[in-house]
C-alpha cells in the first residue's frame, strides 16, 4: 500500500507485511490459560456483558476452570454483575484475580478502584494499555477457557486486543433492530481482517415470552439472527429473552443462577474452537 506507515501497531489492515504472532503479547510466567474468547459488537448498549457472564457460568457448569477478563476499561460491569466487590491484590509486576462464588476468576477496572463509581478518565492509549496488562501482569490460575468483555465498536481498545492476545475466537452480540446488520457486518469484517473465526451470533432482547399466555412478542422487531448468520456464515446462532428474571440476577450480583439454555448453541461451538497453545507454536 502506498499510504503504508509500517506501524502495524496501529494498524488494522491485514497485510503480507504482518505477521500477527510478533504482536502477541506473552502471558504471566506463573498463568495458565488455554483458550481465550472474545464477546464483541459493533455498537454499544447491546448486552455484551449479560453475554460474556451467560456463558462464563454456562462454562463453569460444565467443570471448566473459567476466567473472566474486563476489557471494558471506562464501563466495567463485570464485577457486579457476579457480586464481587472484593478488589484485587497483587505484588511488583504481578496481580492476583478476584472469585465469584463459584469460582470464577475475573480483572476489572473496578477491581483496581477504591470507589466502584470512580471514573476512569484517560486517552484511548492507556486504556487499550490496561486491558493488556489484564492478560499480561495477571497471575490466571488454570484457566480452561477465558472469555474476554470488549468494549463497543473497532476503535483503540478493540484493536489491541485482537493483536496482542491470541484468541480463539469471537462472538458478536446483537439485538433485533434494523440498524443491526451494518453493526454485525462491521464486526465480522473486523474479525476477518485479523485472522480470528466468528464461532456465534447472539441476539440479545430477542423476544418477550408472556408469562400468562406463553406467546412470544418480538418486541423490537422480527429476530434476524438465522438470516445474519446465514449470510456471514457465522456457524452457531443464539436467541436471548427478554426476562426480568434475569434482570433482576445481574442486578443483584446473582448471574450465576441464570438460566444459560438459550446459549447453548454458541457454547458448543466454543467448545470445538481451538486452544492457544497450537496457535502459539512456532
Not at 117 to 134: E, H, M, N, S
Request: charged share 25%; proline share 5%; net charge negative.
Amino acid at each position: 500500500m502506498s499510504d503504508c506507515t509500517h506501524d502495524c501497531s496501529s494498524c488494522s489492515s491485514n497485510c503480507d507485511s504482518r505477521d500477527k504472532k510478533s504482536f502477541i503479547k506473552p502471558l504471566h510466567e506463573l498463568s495458565r490459560v488455554k483458550k481465550v474468547v472474545a464477546v464483541a459488537s459493533g455498537k454499544g448498549g447491546v448486552g455484551k456483558s449479560l453475554v460474556t457472564s451467560l456463558l462464563a457460568v454456562r462454562a463453569a457448569a460444565r467443570g471448566l476452570r473459567v476466567a473472566v477478563l474486563d476489557a471494558d476499561i471506562t464501563g466495567p460491569s463485570i464485577p457486579k454483575t457476579f457480586g464481587v466487590n472484593e478488589r484485587a491484590r497483587g505484588a511488583e509486576g504481578e496481580i492476583y484475580p478476584v472469585r465469584s462464588k463459584s469460582g470464577i476468576q475475573m480483572m476489572s477496572m473496578n477491581n483496581l478502584l477504591e470507589h466502584d463509581d470512580d471514573p476512569v478518565v484517560w486517552r484511548g492509549t492507556l486504556i487499550a494499555g490496561a486491558a493488556v496488562q489484564f492478560w499480561t501482569d495477571v497471575v490466571w490460575d488454570e484457566v480452561d477457557i477465558m472469555f474476554i468483555d470488549m468494549p463497543p465498536g473497532t476503535g483503540d481498545v478493540p484493536l489491541t486486543v485482537f493483536q496482542s492476545i491470541p484468541l480463539s475466537g469471537i462472538v458478536i452480540v446483537t439485538t433485533p433492530q434494523e440498524l443491526v446488520e451494518m453493526i454485525v457486518k462491521k464486526a465480522v469484517n473486523m474479525a476477518k481482517m485479523m485472522n480470528v473465526p466468528v464461532l456465534g451470533l447472539a441476539e440479545n432482547m430477542s423476544y418477550f415470552e408472556c408469562p400468562d399466555c406463553g406467546k412470544r412478542h418480538e418486541i423490537f422487531g422480527a429476530s434476524k439472527a438465522e438470516a445474519l448468520c446465514k449470510a456471514y456464515g457465522i456457524p452457531a446462532c443464539a436467541r436471548i429473552p427478554i426476562d426480568p428474571a434475569v434482570a433482576r440476577l445481574a442486578d443483584a450480583g446473582r448471574i450465576e443462577e441464570a438460566d444459560t439454555d438459550a446459549l447453548a448453541e454458541v457454547f458448543r461451538e466454543i467448545e470445538k474452537s481451538r486452544e492457544i497453545k497450537d496457535y502459539l507454536k512456532d
